[in-house]
């Protein structure tokens, strides 16, 4: 049973360009959220799909968008890209929106951007 | 506003011995769950415990056991018989129901070094 996979794992970028994040929900699962987390810091949400629609959204700008894929897969759109966008970008997946009582999020291994 | 705090950048602890990772958290709301979460230089985040808030037992998974203080408001995580692999960052993290969608809160994350 495949854990939750995200492609590609390392990218380099320059400024002002554009880059997509990919990422396979583990089996089973139907809603994948993603998380970005900067050098030294914790993960900070950034926005979360189901049934293939933006759900809610964290404090981000609108260069970053995202699409979700009718067998559950997720892309992470970041556009104009800027220095400060350099961060682990980690992509983590559950079933249903509520969640169980635990309400567990699988994580994948994370895609490191750095921007130069 | 909901919050987590991990007071402690960084921790030591000898091979076998125990350790108390600290962990404080604020939020108004009655029913939330809390994690914690290990990530080795790898990046990918591992799920290590939960915590309800109606839950009246203390959470415990092996050798990781969660001291909850609901009046306090401090979930602290507890590693008994410490090994080498367990350095790595540790990242307690809170549930937050925002409309009826769930998302993770994280703290800023400690990092253990176990030393034999």
């Known amino acids: 049973d495949a854990g939750v996979t995200q492609s590609p794992t390392h990218l380099i970028k320059t400024r002002g360009q554009q880059v997509t994040l990919r990422c396979s929900p583990k089996s089973g699962h139907d809603t994948v959220s993603w998380y970005q987390q900067a050098l030294g810091q914790g993960p900070q949400f950034i926005f979360q799909?189901?049934?293939?629609?933006?759900?809610q959204r964290g404090n981000f700008p609108d260069r970053f968008s995202g699409h979700q894929f009718p067998n559950y897969s997720s892309e992470l759109n970041v556009n104009a890209l800027l220095l400060g966008d350099s961060a682990l970008y980690l992509c983590?997946?559950?079933?249903?929106?509520?969640?169980?009582?635990?309400?567990?999020?699988?994580f994948g291994p994370g895609t490191r951007l750095t921007v130069t | 506003a909901q919050k987590i705090t991990q007071t402690q950048p960084g921790m030591f602890v000898q091979e076998k011995e125990a350790v108390t990772l600290d962990c404080t958290y604020d939020t108004s709301d009655q029913s939330y769950g809390l994690f914690w979460y290990k990530q080795p230089s790898s990046g990918e985040m591992i799920f290590l415990i939960y915590?309800?808030?109606?839950?009246?037992q203390n959470a415990t998974e092996g050798r990781y056991s969660l001291n909850f203080q609901k009046a306090r408001k401090s979930a602290n995580l507890v590693i008994s018989a410490s090994q080498l692999g367990d350095s790595a960052m540790y990242f307690c993290a809170m549930r937050a129901f925002s409309g009826g969608y769930n998302k993770l809160i994280f703290g800023a994350g400690t990092r253990l070094a176990v030393h034999p």
């Open positions: 915590q309800g808030s109606y839950d009246e």
């Open positions: 983590a997946s559950s079933s249903g929106l509520a969640g169980g009582p635990s309400y567990e999020q699988y």
């Open positions: 799909y189901y049934e293939e629609e933006e759900r």
